[in-house]
């Protein structure tokens, strides 16, 4: 996954510290797509580690890869897990023929699980650095 970053400060270990906006699923190019959402929502900027082999320095623009797999991973266990946990639990207690108030208590304790799975599962590749961000090349200000 590419996207652009400003360098906000340099590690001694070689690495730089960058400021990326989050992106979106649908790519946040709402001119092209016509969904309107650029007015809804604004895109929080996270700061995170990367490798700098282009030396770039704080303040400039740059071409970030990040590797796509381990984020498409982290996406699923954050968003699908809790979804299928709720479906999940919603219907074994349907299986087991509780009432509906039942089966859907069920479907959010289900659903909690996979939130509490989804936090656990997200400090963990913090901690690891499982999501790897490398500096490509410096922007150029046109």
Do not use: W
Not at 30 to 36: I, M, P, S
Request: proline letters at 2%; aromatic letters at 8%; a positive charge.
């Amino acid at each position: 996954m590419l996207q652009t970053a400003r360098v906000t400060r340099l590690l001694a270990d070689g690495r730089a510290e960058i400021s990326v906006k989050r992106q979106s699923a649908c790519g946040h190019d709402c001119a092209k797509c016509g969904g309107g959402c650029a007015e809804l929502t604004v895109m929080p900027t996270v700061t995170v580690t990367a490798e700098n082999p282009v030396r770039a320095a704080v303040g400039d623009s740059v071409s970030v890869e990040s590797t796509t797999r381990a984020v498409l991973g982290a996406a699923a266990v954050v968003y699908l897990l809790p979804l299928v946990l709720f479906f999940v639990g919603y219907f074994i207690a349907y299986a087991l023929e509780a009432g509906g108030g039942v089966s859907a208590a069920f479907g959010v304790i289900g659903f909690a699980a996979g939130a509490i799975c989804a936090i656990v599962f997200d400090r963990r590749v913090k901690k690891r650095r499982g999501i790897v961000f490398r500096i490509l090349q410096i922007e150029r200000d046109t």
